[in-house]
């Protein structure tokens, strides 16, 4: 049988397990049982990272994507807790958005209702297989998951491990599916699954993202490319300044949230650059930079002996998910948003200042999913914003925009109640 053949039986059953799961009803106890398999399987399921581990050393995976693949007993316990914490949220499936009676006594509601399938394509995230399946679980879903080959023994175990829950609980197993290890071929195939596949969501980076939109013939949300932006205004208190953008940048350097390039206003560089500028590099950073700010940082004992590298064009346009960021002087805020807009891929962008004209003209001017004011880029996250969990975060404007949780996963139905009307 053939690859394409494989994914499109693959796809109806997922079809099918989703019929079943639109009549199952609560899916919390299902949920439950999720979490409690994995707290049991933590050995299991680390020995099978361990595996993907070694390998991704191996190749010489840079640490940032590294970090984001690892799994410790503590992350699995982690795991098990936000998949309680789904459970505890209130389902969004059968509530009612809208209704009224009509003048001839029809009555017309829209209620929310399950997507049906969801094919999910991401990268080295073992963490997104359990968080996209328990999402979809709850939201009465079928999922079909393809996670990469740096980490195909961790979602592996993972997938068996909640199929397994499915089976104790008497639901289809085929409700979760995975495609790992049937290649490439298998991505582009169910890419292609129009009328057994309802929504395809890429989470990763912008490569992945471009094939899936490039290939997909199903509905697909844009997610997670994130090329984000902190804008120090001359108005900014240092210490916050300070602390947001260290955060911002090192808190966890390989995931979509964090600080990618840092644009500080002319007025407040002499004062902030000698502060940050050693912070970051104490951080391991490498600085890619503006002459601008070498000029600055030439002048001032704290910062003209740290190694700034000559930022080019590509510098303002990556995503580099490392120890990297791009540094850039510019005269005010408006010149910020000008850069921002040329170069952002809608994910977050930051403001830190004091002047309340500032942050309402880059709160209203800039075009982007989360718009942080003296915070940082890092709270963009389904659990921060209250999800319990995130299906990714989206940087296109329909359907669902930022952070996705249950509600992106669901569609209408208009239900349309009357004792006899016919239309005249």
Known sequence: MSVYDQVRQIARQSQAASRVMRGAGSPNRLLE??????????????????????????????????????????????????????????????????????ENGLRIEQIRVPLGVVAMIYEARPNVTVDAAALSLKTNNAVILRGGSAAVHSNRTLVDVIQRALEQ?????????TLDGLGREAVEAILTQRGLVDLAIPRGGAGLIEMV????????????VGNCHIYVDQSAKLDDALRIVINAKTQRVGV????????????????????????????????????????????????????????TEKDWETEYLDYDLAVRLVDGVDAAIDHITRYSTG??????????????????????????????????????????????????????????????????????????????
């Open 347 to 424: 994910h977050t962008e930051a403001v830190i200042a004091q002047d309340q004209d500032v942050i309402d003209h880059f709160v209203n001017a800039v075009d982007a999913a989360a718009i942080a004011v003296n915070a940082s880029t890092r709270f963009t996250d389904g659990a921060v914003f209250g999800l319990g969990a995130e299906i990714g975060i989206s940087t296109q404007k329909l359907h669902a925009r930022g952070p996705m949780g249950m509600e992106a996963l669901t569609t209408t139905k208009s239900v349309i109640r009357g004792h006899g009307q016919v239309r005249s």
């Open 213 to 224: 939109v490039n290939t997909a013939t199903v509905p697909v949300i844009e997610t997670g």
């Open 169 to 177: 609980q008497g639901l289809p197993r085929d409700t979760v599916q």
């Open 256 to 311: 979509c949230n964090a600080a990618e390039t840092l644009l500080v206003d002319c007025g407040i560089a002499p004062a902030f650059l000698p502060l940050v500028l050693p912070a970051l590099a104490a951080n391991q950073v490498r600085l890619h930079t503006d002459q601008a700010t070498r000029t600055v940082a030439s002048q001032h004992p704290e910062t003209e002996q740290i190694d700034l590298v000559p930022a």
């Open 33 to 102: 049982t999720i979490a409690g398999l994995l707290e049991t399987n933590t050995e299991r399921i680390l020995a099978a990272n361990e595996r993907d581990m070694q390998q991704a050393k191996a190749n010489e995976m840079p640490p940032g994507l590294q970090d984001r693949l690892q799994l410790t007993p503590e992350r699995v316990q982690a795991l098990a807790d936000a998949v309680r914490d789904i459970a505890a949220l209130p389902s969004p499936i059968g509530q009612t958005l809208w209704g009224r009676t009509m």
